[in-house]
Nanobody, 128 residues
Framework: HVQLVESGGGLVQAGGSLRLACTAS????????MAWFRQAPGEEREGVAAIDTDGNTTYDDSVKGRFTISKDNVKNILYLQMNSLKPEDTAMYYCAADRSFSRLIWVGEGDPGIALDSWGQGTQVTVS
């Protein structure tokens, strides 16, 4: 069972950049598909980006061209590089891991009936 801890959130001006990190322990990220999700106050949780064990990636349309998901299998860290940030990117950001890439996608699309293998505690991103 993998444990996840996010870091790197903060307050940034519109147009700025942040890099979120999700540090894993207890298991290696190379064996998991992983994803970033976000939830703004009063909004539903949404999938932001996901990466499978082969390094294939997918992004929500709202972040395509601005965000990049990557995974360092040596350091056991998942990253989310966020550029050209907008106020609407303000949210709590969570990382998650699962053996199934499809399950991550389904959760990102709002399926409430799937329990992913692991979630982090979240890191706040505020864009002013």
């Amino acid at each position: 069972h993998v444990q996840l801890v996010e870091s790197g959130g903060g307050l940034v001006q519109a147009g700025g950049s942040l890099r979120l990190a999700c540090t894993a322990s207890g298991s290696t990220v190379s064996t998991y598909s992983m994803a970033w999700f976000r939830q703004a106050p009063g909004e539903e949780r949404e999938g932001v980006a996901a990466i499978d064990t082969d390094g294939n990636t997918t992004y929500d349309d709202s972040v395509k061209g601005r965000f990049t998901i990557s995974k360092d299998n040596v350091k056991n860290i998942l990253y989310l590089q966020m550029n050209s940030l907008k106020p609407e990117d303000t949210a709590m950001y969570y990382c998650a891991a699962d053996r199934s890439f499809s399950r991550l996608i389904w959760v990102g699309e709002g399926d409430p009936g799937i329990a992913l293998d692991s979630w982090g505690q979240g890191t706040q991103v505020t864009v002013s």
